[in-house]
Every structure is written in structure tokens, then in C-alpha cells.
């Protein structure tokens, strides 16, 4: 089995850390992305961009993964035990994949917890806040290693062969509501693959999926996990 996973801000509801869209406090209701999340507001006003993503930053650190990072990192796991394939591309810039044992993991929009150099393109970790005075050795600014909108995702050649090689596509606690990962759907269809939504509510793009599942990642993905494990 070749397995490509694509997962967003849903899974990492349940562990504290604010979804974008949708109904309740999502992040882009509380705040305006055009002034925190583009290259054009961090020119306009560093601080500020600092300030939002220092504050996520600490309710990373201090949060954990859920039931859903674990199943997903035990399917990984499992599939490589039999000889499978899995590719796992995360819109969200949380480590909690990683804390909860995944491997293998394609982060398309960049880490909060490393910074960039603004100058050089160098990239480093970062567990600390940044300012208008964190400098690169080179004299650059430091920025979070974030793809904001307006900037090229990360990675989407080495993406683009994993999802051209996968059977199944599955989509996990996103909105499809940004591009290019809300494409992803379509190429895989083209391609003839099944295609699999799991997340609260239908997505944007919930009818180019054959097989949908509504619930909360914490409870929905573990028992999928255990389906295909037992097929
Ligand atoms: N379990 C499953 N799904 C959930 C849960 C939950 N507990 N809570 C919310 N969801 C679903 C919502 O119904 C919504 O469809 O997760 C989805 C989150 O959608 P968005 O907030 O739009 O997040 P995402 O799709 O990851 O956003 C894509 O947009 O703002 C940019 O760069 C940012 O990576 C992000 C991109």
C-alpha cells in the first residue's frame, strides 16, 4: 500500500492550537493575516508579526500531541514494518507529528520552531521568542521559518513525485481552502486514486473525495488507522 497523507490546522485542534477557519475563534477571525502573515506586513511592521508568532510559539511548546498524531505516526510505522509506502505533508508549521513519532514528515508551509534569515536564507532552530534585533551571523533579520501567503510552499517537487506515486490520498482536518495543497485532491483523481476526507465538518472541496468521515481527529482517525490496518 502507497499511502500520501495531507493534514492541516484540524488535527492539531485538540491539542490547544487554534484552527484558521471555521466557526468558533479561528485564527484569521481573531486576526488580520494580511498584517501578520505576508512578507509585506513583516517589511511594514516586524514586531507585530513577531509578537503573533512568538505567542504561538509558547502554546506549542506547551502543548501535546493528540490521539490522532499517534495513530498516524503508528501507521507510518506499521507500513514500513510491511513493506508499504507513506508520505505525510503537513500544512501546519506545529512539531506535534514529530513529538508524537512520525518520521517521515513533509511540513509545505515551513516550522514555528525554527527562524530564517531574512538576508541568506540560512535556517536554524528556534524555541525562544525573535525580535526586531535577532540577527543572522550574516547581519539578516531573523524571521519564523514560515511560508507566509504571497510565498512559494516549501518542498513541492519531492511532494508533487509522492503524490503522483500514492494509491490512496487521504485528506485530514483541512479546509481546502488554500492552494496549492487544496489541489491535491484534483491531481490525485485525475490520477484515478481513492481519495478520503476525514475531518469535522465537510471541507471546501468535500465532493472530490470518494470516502468521507466526520468527527473529531482524535476519535475518527484512530479507528481509521485501525481499518486499514486490518485490511
Ligand atoms: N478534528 C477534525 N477536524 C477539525 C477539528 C477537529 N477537532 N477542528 C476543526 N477541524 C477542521 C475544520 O472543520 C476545518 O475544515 O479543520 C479544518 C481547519 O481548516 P483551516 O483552519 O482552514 O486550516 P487549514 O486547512 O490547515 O489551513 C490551510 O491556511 O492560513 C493558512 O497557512 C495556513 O496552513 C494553513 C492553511
Avoid at 57 to 72: E, F, G, K, W
Wanted: charged content about 25%; some cysteine; hydrophobic content about 40%.
Amino acid at each position: 500500500m502507497n499511502l500520501f497523507i495531507l493534514t492541516g490546522a484540524g488535527v492539531s485542534a485538540e491539542s490547544g492550537l487554534g484552527v484558521f477557519r471555521g466557526p468558533g475563534a479561528a485564527l484569521w477571525k481573531r486576526y488580520n493575516p494580511i498584517r501578520l502573515a505576508t512578507p509585506e506586513a513583516f517589511a511594514h511592521d516586524p514586531a507585530l508579526v513577531h509578537d503573533f508568532y512568538n505567542t504561538r510559539r509558547r502554546n506549542l511548546i506547551a502543548a501535546s500531541p493528540n490521539a490522532a498524531h499517534v495513530a498516524l505516526a503508528r501507521l507510518e510505522a506499521e507500513l514500513a514494518r510491511r513493506g508499504g509506502a507513506f508520505t505525510l505533508v503537513t500544512q501546519n508549521i506545529d512539531d506535534l507529528h514529530e513529538r508524537a513519532g512520525s518520521k517521515n514528515v513533509i511540513h509545505m508551509h515551513g516550522e514555528l520552531l525554527k527562524a530564517r534569515c531574512a538576508s541568506c536564507g540560512a535556517v536554524r532552530d528556534c524555541r525562544d521568542d525573535l525580535s526586531v534585533d535577532s540577527r543572522c551571523g550574516c547581519g539578516g533579520a531573523l524571521r519564523p521559518h514560515v511560508v507566509w501567503f504571497g510565498e512559494t510552499p516549501l518542498d513541492t517537487d519531492e511532494i508533487y513525485e509522492a503524490l503522483a506515486a500514492a494509491e490512496i490520498f487521504v485528506a485530514i482536518g483541512t479546509s481546502g481552502a488554500v492552494y496549492p495543497a487544496a489541489g491535491f485532491v484534483r491531481a490525485a483523481r485525475a490520477r484515478g486514486r481513492r481519495c478520503c476526507e476525514l475531518n469535522l465538518e465537510p471541507s471546501g472541496n468535500a465532493e472530490e473525495f470518494d470516502d468521507r468521515r466526520y468527527g473529531a481527529a482524535s476519535e475518527i482517525v484512530p479507528s481509521w488507522v485501525e481499518e486499514i490496518l486490518a485490511r
